[in-house]
């Protein structure tokens, strides 16, 4: 819970999900390259696809589809969108 | 014209924004490629002329931010500010944005825009744009940004001449963006302050130079106001009601993409309809777990067959076609023993070999080009990362290893398809571990004479398998060492766009293949043609006028039998390899290669076979004095290594030797083209020394452990 707000991390997200950036931890430093590329506090994505062998996960974002590995963005709080 | 008078205009972007597509519409065939001193990165230049005035263009590398966290961003980075020692400073940058990807392409933007240089936009993909229904509004965006927004579709010409036209008068006169980041708002909020506070006294300051000073940047305000108490007071109390604020400075990413966001829904309302449904349903079928996968392996089946086999016939003609130019020349040489040798077996071998990379390395490019112009390779990357991304890799290293399996030159020249510098070395760094087909004639000889005759054909077939997988299993240990070791530099995570699918633009793909194909001639090409010289050289010397005489002297005395089964030229031959250096290093080096069971016939054989192991059945032909023409399916080369001797009479070889000298010939770097292409690659002989030390090292020590248990094993 972060604010009222029911949070889950980011590699829990299954396909099909919609998600909203609660928080992004200021203290991994492996996490700015994911910010640059727009997954910032506020950005609203779509799980679009989860590769064959279960990651990485590919997520519609800001207008484009962007890949990334779970296991590497650990430490980016989402809250689902119903 | 002098460099220094000539303006420099830099395309600078996100990767994949359609820079290079625009360099090649800009520059057409007055390309240069080179390196950035010490790094990998590669510096592509090139000129135009336009209206009677000219400029150079350079194609800055794809930057997803300004703020650098890998050596190759760094030298971008480097480059777009003009650091000295990279390039000349650049006049002009043209940003260019992918119309869209409108909001990271504007973060980036926002950056550039704050660092203060003069920009013009061109803003790239208006035509998906066009094609799927949303119009931009390109008036407004160049409004909002402060500069000049020319929309170009570079494969199709448009709007080339409004940019080259805008260029000049932006070169002429600079345009920076009229652009008030205003990105934090406790910042904003404290600069609005100030501003108004130093309003009252009738202090008329830009916010700029308010922001640069709450931010610590500059101190010039405090300068100002010192004589004013009160007023540094309020800046000082300002500033420290700031230092609350976590990331205060104007580079937090969120701030930045918030602006962005504005922006971009003021120009173009809708994005929804950006989702492209021909991607969608193509990636269906193609990023599925069933069908994506049968058919990324039947691309990959025809990427390989294609190398494999199309390069052959290509490459055949080309050795005949320095053969036949060698007849020709050798009339007019045959008087001078030593230019006849120098000419035909030195210098017209060594372009030779050159040549020979070219089928594969077009065919390879061709392939890569086209699956990039399509969008494939990054959805092939996408279903390959993690099988790749546990031994440190990822997704799309399958290309350049599984290239390198016809051949490391053009797989290590592939890695360039490697996002991250870390992990393209690294893929430089094994991909000649992977099994190429230079290596298969070694395999079927010595398989052909100690396997199939004591076990069969089956085994014959599992021993070949065996040894293609050889080096795929030393290249895991060896990355997750390489990486923990010896490559420096924080790993970024792996981060990949998948672009809508397209047909690929056809000069685009001729333009990657031809400069490719050139840079190697040029660079790693000299380097080869030089080794060749020198290896050369080594085989040749020492050489007297009575040496040939002394050896048909000696042919006469051997017994008659021995006659029979060895010709007089492939006597002299042999005879003259052993007395050269090579032949005496050879035997000098014998010792430190008896605990692999090899004699000095073998490790001469391995020397020789340093420069290209393409040559290895041949030079065994000449050891073992059947002359240098023989194949690996030669039975008199066969029956001659299955009886060769050690001087007290023991085999030479059996079994195991047979596959230590197997495993040697599949872990060694025996091609001086791999090494010159290493070189070319990471642009520094570090590289390939390190390269060559480690794949030596690693090849003898597993030659002496497989000869040692087998005479453990058999007693
Ligand atoms: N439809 C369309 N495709 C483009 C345009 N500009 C570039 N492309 C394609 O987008 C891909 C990436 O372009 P490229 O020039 O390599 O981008 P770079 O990474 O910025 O150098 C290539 O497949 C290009 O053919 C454009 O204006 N319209
Ligand atoms: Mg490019």
């Known amino acids: 819970m972060v604010g009222g707000v029911e949070t889950i991390g980011f590699s829990e997200l299954k396909q099909g999900m919609r998600g909203r950036v609660v928080s992004v931890d200021p203290h991994a430093p492996a996490l700015l390259r994911l910010q640059e590329m727009g997954l910032t506090e506020g950005a609203e994505f779509l799980v679009d696809k989860v590769a064959p062998l279960g990651d990485p996960v590919e997520i519609f974002l800001r207008g484009y589809r962007l890949c990334l590995r779970k296991h590497e963005a650990v430490g980016i709080l989402v809250e689902v969108i119903k | ?715």
């Not at chain 2, 800055?60 to 980075?77: C, N, T």
């Not at chain 2, 809508?500 to 840079?519: I, M, N």
Request: one cysteine or more.
């Open chain 2, 1 to 715: 014209m002098i460099a220094t008078d000539t303006r420099l205009v830099a395309l600078v972007g996100n990767p994949n924004a359609g820079k290079t597509s625009l360099f090649n519409a800009l520059t057409g065939a007055s390309q240069r490629v080179g390196n950035y001193p010490g790094v990998t990165v590669e510096k592509v230049t090139g000129h135009v002329r336009f209206e009677g005035k000219e400029f150079d263009v350079i194609d800055v590398p794809g930057l997803y931010s300004l703020q650098p966290q890998s050596a190759d961003e760094e030298v971008a980075a480097g480059v777009v500010h003009g650091e000295p020692g990279l390039s000349q400073k650049p006049d002009l940058l043209v940003c260019v944005l992918d119309a869209t990807n409108l909001e990271r392409n504007l973060f980036f933007f926002s950056q550039l825009a704050e660092a203060g240089h003069p920009i013009v936009v061109a803003l790239t993909m208006t035509d998906l744009l066009a094609k799927h229904g949303t119009p931009i509004d390109q008036a407004r965006l160049s409004r909002l940004l402060g500069v000049d927004v020319i929309p170009v579709v570079a494969h199709k010409g448009t709007g080339i001449k409004e940019l080259e036209r805008a260029i000049l008068d932006n070169l002429e006169h600079p345009m920076v963006p009229a652009f008030d980041v205003g990105l934090k708002p406790e910042l904003d909020a404290q600069v609005d302050a100030i501003a108004e506070r130093l309003a009252r006294d009738a202090f008329d300051v830009e916010r700029s130079t308010i922001r640069d000073s709450l931010s610590g940047e500059s101190t010039e305000l405090d300068e100002r106001l010192a004589p004013f108490p009160e007023l540094s007071e309020a800046l000082e109390e300002a500033r420290s009601s700031l230092a609350s604020v976590p990331d205060k400075g104007c580079t937090d990413p969120a701030s930045r993409y918030n602006w962005a966001a504005r922006i971009r829904r003021q120009v173009l309302p809708d994005a929804s309809l950006k989702r492209i449904r021909t991607s969608d349903r193509i990636d269906a079928l193609l990023i599925n777990r069933f069908t994506g996968m049968i058919v990324f392996a039947a691309v990959m089946f025809v990427v390989f067959q294609s190398i494999y086999t199309l390069a052959g016939p290509l490459m055949d003609g080309i050795g005949a076609g320095f053969e036949w130019l060698g007849d020709l020349i050798r009339p007019w040489l045959s008087g001078v023993p030593v230019l006849e040798s120098l000419v035909i077996d030195g210098l017209l071998t060594g372009v030779g070999s050159v040549l020979t990379f070219l089928p594969q390395i077009i065919i390879l490019f061709l392939f890569i080009a086209i699956l990039e112009g399509t969008g494939y390779l990054a959805r092939a990357a996408f279903l390959m990362d993690r099988l790749l991304g546990w031994c440190g890799l990822n997704g799309r290293a399958f290309i350049p290893l599984l290239s390198s399996f016809a051949c490391a030159v053009p797989g290590i020249m592939a890695a360039r398809v490697m996002p991250d510098p870390k992990s393209r070395l690294a893929t430089i760094l094994v991909s000649p571990l992977m099994s190429c087909s230079a290596r298969l004639p070694v395999y079927i000889l010595l398989i052909g004479a100690f396997i199939q005759p004591r076990y069969g054909a089956l085994w014959a077939g599992v021993a070949l398998f065996g040894m293609h997988l050889v080096g795929l299993a030393v290249a895991i240990p060896v990355v997750a060492l390489l990486n923990r070791g010896v490559l420096k530099g924080r790993r970024l995570p792996f981060v990949l766009e998948l672009p809508p699918y397209q047909w690929p633009k056809w000069r685009d793909v001729f333009l990657t293949v031809f400069s490719r194909a050139k840079v190697f001639v040029q660079t790693a090409g000299t380097i080869i043609v030089v080794l060749s010289l020198v290896i050369w050289f080594l085989g040749y010397f020492p050489r007297s006028e009575g040496d040939e005489e002394r050896y048909r002297g000696e042919y006469t005395t051997l017994t008659s039998a021995t006659r029979k089964h060895i010709e007089e030229e492939n006597y002299i031959r042999q005879r003259q390899i052993e007395n050269s250096f090579l032949g005496r290093i050879g035997k000098a080096i014998e010792p430190a290669f008896l605990p692999a069971g090899f004699d000095w016939r073998l490790s001469t054989t391995i020397l020789m076979a340093f420069p290209a192991r393409e040559v290895v059945v041949s030079s065994l032909g000449i050891i073992f004095s059947l002359g240098g023409e023989v194949d690996e399916a030669n039975t008199d080369l066969r029956t001659a290594i299955q009886d060769a001797r050690w001087p007290d009479g023991r085999p030479l070889m059996n079994g195991w030797t047979a596959v230590g000298f197997m495993v040697f010939f599949a872990l060694c770097c025996q091609c001086m083209a791999t090494l010159a292409a290493v070189k070319r690659e990471t642009n520094s002989w570090k590289w390939p020394v390190f390269m060559f030390t480690y794949m030596t090292g690693l090849a003898y020590l597993a030659a002496v452990a497989i000869h040692q248990v087998g005479l453990l094993l058999s007693g």
